[in-house]
């Protein structure tokens, strides 16, 4: 068997690989661009934690092998899929910042064509390779859902006019270009199974944080860490803020809630999805891979309690809102599946405390850096 992994050099990528590799006897076949880490340069960031160049990561652990190359070339992708002929293809790979993709038409545009590009390749080069009975799991996001004002299922909803129904697949309402991306990916997904008959699962990630996993301890190496306004999400971010001694910056009220999920809690399940195979009963499964939704400003304070811990006296502050968001919006959403995949959920404060014990080892790093937690040098 051999598992094909993009997007292996990224924040949530370089953890899944180790976890592949500690867990599976079979090939783990690793892809990336070097993107990401551009990107973030180009911002004036760095990532809080340094991290070694993706040749010297994978190198060190055995059972991974290394690929550097850009999916959105329909070449590239036809080569690799011909020459590793994958059982599984765990696609973690994209632009994802709805905030970078925001910055101007350029940069929506370079998404749009990067994301869908991407997909479509390794969906299409699969097909013309005969292996339509590859299991692809693509982490898109549970942000294609916006934030409607009645429960998201986990999976198709029923829908009924003139008094007919069928199940039909959820809206999309993608506030962003970005999540507008995960939109059509999840679109052109229904396609390969209808057509194809392509086992799908569609995993629909939640904000992540966290910053170790048990095998990043292990193999003393760590997964980047972003926190500069385009790259860092908000728990990132915020972290970042309280270990820098900058305040805890929330946009109005604050009780909007998110929904979250913790590193760990996320190499898990998409780990545990790759070993379990596709659902037997769906050709298309959705798995809201979210621990639970978290109001921004339960977050900020959790953040300033656990941060006592370690001596961080941080404040939380209140902005105005500069988004066009529902300041109390619940955000209800099932998560049954995404929970079959992983044994004990990691709580908020432990995600928190796992993050805060990382970066106070380089608060000078952060600090010299905390210009970034603001919008500047991308959009000049």
């Known amino acids: 068997m051999t598992v094909l992994l993009t997007g292996a ?44 160049s993706p040749e010297e990561r994978f190198a060190a652990v055995d059972g991974l092998s290394y690929v550097e190359g850009d999916l959105a070339d329909r070449e590239f992708v036809e080569q690799l899929i011909e020459v590793y002929e994958p059982d599984t293809v765990l696609h973690a790979a994209a632009q994802p910042s709805a905030v970078y993709a925001g910055i101007n038409g350029e940069r929506a545009l370079f998404t749009q064509q990067n994301n869908v590009s991407m997909t479509l390749n390794l969906l299409h080069c699969l097909h013309e390779a005969g292996l339509d009975d590859t299991h692809f799991i693509e ?82 190496s760590p997964t980047r860490f972003d926190f500069d306004y385009y790259f860092g999400t908000v728990v990132n971010r915020f972290c970042a803020q309280a270990v820098a001694g900058y305040p805890i910056t929330v946009y109005g009220k604050g009780e909007q809630r998110k929904p979250m ?22 050709d298309v499964t959705v798995y809201n891979q979210v621990n639970r939704p978290v109001a921004i400003v339960e ?40 929970r079959s995949l992983v044994d004990d959920e990691t709580s908020l404060e432990e995600g928190i405390r796992d993050v805060l014990s990382t970066l106070v080892e ?8 905390e210009d970034r937690f603001l919008p500047g040098v991308l959009s000049d």
């Open 362 to 369: 380089h608060d000078e790093r952060i600090a010299a850096h």
């Open 139 to 220: 982490t898109t996001t549970t942000g294609v859902y916006g934030a409607p004002e009645f429960p998201i299922p986990e999976g198709p909803t029923e829908m009924s006019n003139s008094g007919e129904s069928d199940d039909v697949p959820f809206p999309a309402m993608g506030g962003s270009w970005y999540h507008q991306t995960k939109a059509f990916d999840a679109g052109n997904m229904r396609l390969a199974s209808g057509e194809w008959d392509m086992p799908i699962s569609d995993v629909r990630t939640a904000i992540v944080f966290g910053t170790e996993t048990a095998e990043t301890r292990e193999h003393a």
């Open 299 to 338: 977050l900020a304070e959790t953040i300033a309690e656990v941060g006592e811990e370690f001596d961080l006296d941080a404040d939380v502050e209140h902005f105005e809102n500069p988004r066009d968001e529902d300041e109390e919006h619940e955000m209800e959403m099932d998560n049954e599946r995404f």
């Open 261 to 282: 999920v913790t590193l760990e809690d996320t190499v898990e399940s998409l780990v545990s999805l790759v070993e379990a195979g596709p659902a037997a009963d769906d």
């Open 9 to 52: 050099d990224g924040y949530v990528g370089w953890p899944t690989a180790l976890r592949l590799a500690d867990r599976l006897d079979d090939r783990v076949v690793c892809v990336d661009n070097g993107y990401r880490r551009e990107w973030v340069a180009e911002s004036g960031s760095v990532s809080a934690v340094p991290i070694d």
